[in-house]
């Protein structure tokens, strides 16, 4: 396992997104981002942290044909859930790993866990499960990834990616 680049992001800085544009090589044969204290406290309606790829150095990231399992999100690769568009907002934790990103041959394709906790009206709420997703526009050699939320509200939280 390799370390290789991490963003930490403040409550009182919050970013649109952060780009992992380095260190993405066939180096490594899986990748893994590992997430916590993830917020974005300004998100409207059902918004979700997702990841997108890019095969041009981050000059410009794939926004449309991904698919994810129970979400309905083809912006990008869901990592978690930020707010359910009627009470509650979540701070998440999570990590998964993603598959053929820089071989060029496959989809590139993520697939881990993620919990959400949340508090609304009614008390505590925790969501957790599995989080699976792909980019299934064609095969690519991925070179940078970028994380944002899908509703493009400002974030928080620590974010950490690794090679193996």
Do not use: E
């Not at 300004?42 to 926004?63: C, E, L, M, R």
């Not at 999570?94 to 949340?118: E, I, W």
């Amino acid at each position: 396992m390799g370390y290789i680049a991490s963003h930490q992001i403040p409550t009182s800085s919050p970013v649109s997104s952060i780009v992992f544009t380095s260190g993405i090589s066939t180096s490594y044969s899986y990748y893994q981002i590992v997430f916590d204290s993830a917020d974005a406290p300004n998100a409207s309606g059902a918004s979700y942290f997702i990841v997108q790829v890019s095969d041009d150095t981050g000059s410009t990231y794939k926004s449309t044909n991904y698919l994810n399992d129970s979400s309905g999100i083809t912006s990008g690769i869901v990592m978690g859930r930020v707010y359910d568009g009627i009470l509650t907002r979540y701070i998440v934790d999570g990590g998964f790993y993603l598959n053929n990103l820089a071989s060029g041959v496959g989809y590139p394709s993520a697939s881990g866990t993620s919990n959400s906790y949340g508090t609304p009206l009614l008390g505590a709420v925790i969501l957790g499960g599995i989080v699976s997703g792909a980019y299934v526009g064609a095969s690519l050699s991925v070179d940078a990834l970028r994380i944002k939320s899908s509703d493009g509200s400002n974030f928080s939280g620590n974010f950490y990616l690794y090679g193996y």
